[in-house]
T-cell receptor, first 113, second 113 residues
Framework: GENVEQHPSTLSVQEGDSAVIKCTYS??????FPWYKQELGKRPQLIID?????GEKKDQRIAVTLNKTAKHFSLHITETQPEDSAVYFC????????????FGKGTSLLVTP | NAGVTQTPKFQVLKTGQSMTLQCAQD?????MYWYRQDPGMGLRLIYY???????DKGEVPNGYNVSRLNKREFSLRLESAAPSQTSVYFC????????????FGQGTRLTVV
């Protein structure tokens, strides 16, 4: 099945700096790559996603890049704010397991004022 | 429009007891999933239902059973709870299998003593 690796497991940045989280996946058939943000005690919520026919997607301060050849994708957050502090999960999905999302283990991001 | 609703939100069980976690969605989604979340392990797929009338095992199905009661409801049953099943359980749904956002319930925090 699909194996998603996520790095780093923890990340601390100062407010205003950029944060980058990287993921790799194993199954070349994967074609959908969402990123979820989970605040403490809350449910995961989608913040951005990218499909395999696109190399980059941006939404205000958040961007995601995808390199299908290397089988890796990254989340970029610019001008970080304290409210960006949360756990971020990457995921990949393909036709196996009913297109279920296969998640990385998460990155705990702390933005200090 | 409530989205994905899980009950209960919290539960404490004794080893060997049984219980059923309920999940319902009102978005007319075809695919539903059960995940467990443990510290440092991300979200791991227990069972999924790609469409009404079908269910399949995910990554960690041992000790669990599921029922897709109808298009709206997907329940998870623990027949004989074990301390290793202490976790936060999330139900999720998607409109279909292809490249679409998964919506999560608010989670059930289960403790087995």
């Amino acid at each position: 099945g699909e194996n998603v690796e996520q790095h780093p497991s923890t990340l601390s940045v100062q407010e205003g700096d950029s944060a980058v989280i990287k993921c790799t996946y194993s199954d070349s058939a994967s074609n959908y790559f969402p990123w979820y943000k989970q605040e403490l005690g809350k449910r995961p919520q989608l913040i951005i996603d990218i499909r395999s026919n696109v190399g980059e997607k941006k939404d205000q301060r958040i961007a995601v890049t995808l390199n299908k050849t290397a089988k890796h994708f990254s989340l970029h957050i610019t001008e970080t704010q304290p409210e960006d502090s949360a756990v971020y999960f990457c995921a990949a999905t393909n036709s196996n397991s009913g297109y279920a999302l296969n998640f990385g283990k998460g990155t705990s991001l702390l933005v200090t004022p | 429009n409530a989205g994905v609703t899980q009950t209960p939100k919290f539960q404490v069980l004794k080893t060997g007891q049984s219980m059923t976690l309920q999940c319902a969605q009102d978005m007319n989604h075809n695919s539903m999933y059960w995940y467990r979340q443990d510290p440092g392990m991300g979200l791991r797929l227990i069972y999924y239902s790609a469409s009404e009338g079908t269910t399949d095992k995910g990554e960690v199905p041992n000790g669990y059973n599921v029922s897709r009661l109808n298009k709206r409801e997907f329940s998870l049953r623990l027949e004989s709870a074990a301390p290793s099943q202490t976790s936060v359980y999330f139900c999720a749904s998607r409109i279909d299998s292809l490249n679409t956002e998964a919506f999560f319930g608010q989670g059930t925090r289960l403790t087995v003593v």
